[in-house]
């Protein structure tokens, strides 16, 4: 139909398969992030930590750049677990700062808005909904953490060669799933908030206070009882052990990555995979609750 | 003709507390009215036909696929223009549209394509750039109405459309439905508390009472009998001009002041009456159809005790 006609007329065309529509969310969402200054700024800023990690890596293996830098043959650095899970440490903490930043404005406005019937209202489930919405982060987080790490992981195969591939090939598996562990946590309790709280600067002050606050909380009962359970509502900690388990480092006293660091490993590694269940499903929970087309007055 | 909405024992409870009451009925109009007071469950009935509540017991059927077995299908039919203000924030008025059309499967250039002429039939178009959030009351139910067509629904759900509307704009919005309803491609619900937006635009109504069915008729039918009734006002008449009515086959009834109420049967034209009169010299200074006939079917559903058809 021609604009001009300004008549209404049905539609008879084709239609788009419908497992790929709850991309459509991302693709607007990332629309409209590309035009914050202030997130594609962040976003350079997060991919240094690669470019200086991928710099030592080559370094390690360049002679005429270690006798640029004047640097003698011992090892400039060990790339080993510990290099992968400091690398995945301080990605992930940046990605803390972009769930802050992205996570509460994804929800919390189409509550606000009462947008939620309109997209409910098509064939569109709620699923799809959040599985749309959790993509944004989902994408953003991945491009952050697992995709430069499995990178960098690469280009340290190709240099040292030797087998160093498969010697190491669980620290490919440490770095995607421990990255997955961490941006699928995040991701549901950054939604979950937003879904909870309809104001996104609160929900943004929440997620960081659910990070904070709880390991601070923690602390004080492991103060005061004696007990380290409480490093059981620390989330840093809880990924932390998980990883330190992913990645088979040993579990003394200061291990793990960059803000994910566990002090002490009172609590079975198995406590900790339960309690970001229970967290993750108490996410979900929220979510199904909030995620409606209409608000029930029972 | 096929019903566009079967209504099979509905029953819809919210924790303990029946809302929709085992609802049967069969709805085939080109444009359905949906009254009652308020609490009477309408919107709780458009709710779960979209899928937004589960039925307790029963089911309904949209153009005959079950909104329990088959509710991605149903909504694939639906538009929907909600009550309440919803909208994105931060978008463009044709971007929100877009996206809604995407969303129910248009590919992005039909759906962008379809938004913009969609903002044009509302008379949004040199409006389409702005922000939605800078959209006046009026404008927002206009943009509603463009996101609930856009993608090419079967069955469109219009929750009080009129709603905040000023005079002008509520007649406007009156004229789209009336046009989306004349087309006869895509058929309407509207649900509202005013009479008279039901009155103008649609051809059938259900009437709900304490989530029952309170009444439920087709309004044309309603129409072509009304047209049988008349109020004449006249001047000059006598017993001889209503004998005279009555010898065309009129039931005829005479007040004082020269007020008459006549029911005309079949066959029977208006411009006889004039002619009688010519004859008799009696002046028709005013002749009406009954014209109240909605409120009185509503009046009357509202007197039913417990609703119930």
């Not at chain 1, 569109?124 to 499995?150: D, N, Q």
């Not at chain 2, 219009?158 to 058929?187: H, K, V, W």
Request: charged letters at 20%; aromatic letters at 10%; one cysteine or more.
């Amino acid at each position: 139909m021609a604009v001009f006609k300004h008549a209404y007329k049905g539609y008879e065309g084709a239609l788009t398969p419908a497992w790929s529509r709850f991309l459509i969310l991302p693709r607007y969402a990332f629309a409209e992030k590309r035009r914050s200054r202030f997130f594609s700024l962040f976003f350079l800023v997060s991919i240094l930590a690669p470019l200086i990690f991928a710099l030592l890596i080559y370094v390690q293996h360049s002679l005429s750049a270690m006798k640029l830098l004047q640097i003698g043959s011992s090892n400039l650095i060990t790339v080993n677990a510990a290099f992968f899970m400091n690398l995945l440490g301080w990605q992930s903490m940046m990605t803390l700062f972009l769930a802050a930043f992205v996570g509460p404005g994804q929800i919390s406005p189409d509550l606000a808005n009462n947008a939620l019937p309109l997209y409910l209202s098509r064939p569109f489930s709620r699923a799809e909904y959040v599985l749309g919405k959790m993509s944004v982060l989902l994408i953003l987080m991945s491009i952050m953490t697992w995709i430069p790490g499995l990178l960098l992981f690469i280009l340290q195969a190709s240099l040292e060669g030797n087998g160093w591939f498969g010697q190491n090939l669980r620290i490919a598996g440490a770095i995607f799933l421990g990255s997955w562990i961490w941006i699928l946590f995040l991701s549901l309790l950054s939604l979950a908030l937003s879904a909870w709280v309809k104001w996104k600067p609160m929900a943004g002050g929440l997620l960081f206070g659910s990070f904070f606050v709880a390991a601070g909380f923690g602390g004080a009962i492991n103060a005061i009882l004696r007990t380290s359970w409480g490093n059981l509502i620390n989330i840093s900690h809880l990924i932390g052990t998980v990883w330190t388990s992913l990645f088979e480092r040993p579990m003394h006293r200061g291990s793990g990555a960059f803000f994910f660091r566990v002090h002490g490993g009172d609590v079975p590694t198995w406590c900790c995979w339960m309690a970001l269940v229970l967290i993750c499903a108490g996410c979900l929970y929220l979510l199904s609750h909030k995620i409606r087309g209409a608000e029930v007055v029972r | 003709m096929q019903p566009v909405i079967e209504l099979d024992n509905l029953e819809v409870r919210f924790g303990e507390r029946p809302i929709l009451k085992k609802l049967n009925g069969a709805l085939t109009g080109r444009a359905i009215g949906l009254l009652g007071p308020n609490g009477a469950g309408k919107s709780t009935l458009i709710n779960t036909l979209l899928g937004f509540h589960q039925p307790f017991a029963g089911t309904a059927r949209i153009f005959g696929k079950d909104i329990r077995t088959d509710a991605k299908a149903v909504r694939a039919l639906l538009g929907y223009m909600p009550e309440n203000d919803s909208f994105i924030a931060g978008m463009t008025g044709v971007h929100f549209v877009r996206l809604m059309a995407e969303l129910s499967g248009l590919p992005p250039q039909q759906a962008m394509e379809r938004a913009h002429e969609a903002f044009f039939w509302v008379g949004l178009g040199e409006a389409r750039y702005r922000n939605l959030g800078t959209y006046s009351l009026g404008m927002k139910q206009m943009a509603k109405l463009a996101q609930a067509i856009a993608h090419g629904p079967k069955l469109l759900f219009l929750d009080e459309p009129t709603n905040g509307l000023d005079p002008p704009a509520r007649a406007r919005m009156i004229q789209l439905i009336q046009e989306i309803r004349d087309r006869g491609d895509l058929r309407l619900i509207l649900s509202s508390h005013l009479l008279r937006d039901v009155d103008e635009c649609c051809d059938e109504v259900l009437i709900l009472k304490d989530g029952r069915i309170a009444a439920s008729c087709n309004l044309e039918e309603e129409r072509r009998a009304n047209r049988k009734f008349l109020e004449l006002e006249t001047r000059g008449a006598n017993g001889t001009f209503t004998a005279g009515i009555e010898r065309l086959g009129c039931e005829a009834a005479s007040f004082p002041d020269g007020r008459m109420k006549l029911v005309m049967p079949d066959g029977v034209e208006i411009r006889q009456l004039y002619a009688l009169a010519a004859e008799q010299n009696v002046q028709i200074r005013r002749l009406n159809h009954k014209r109240d006939s909605l409120e009185d079917i509503f009046l009357k559903a509202m007197e039913v005790p417990n609703g119930g058809v």
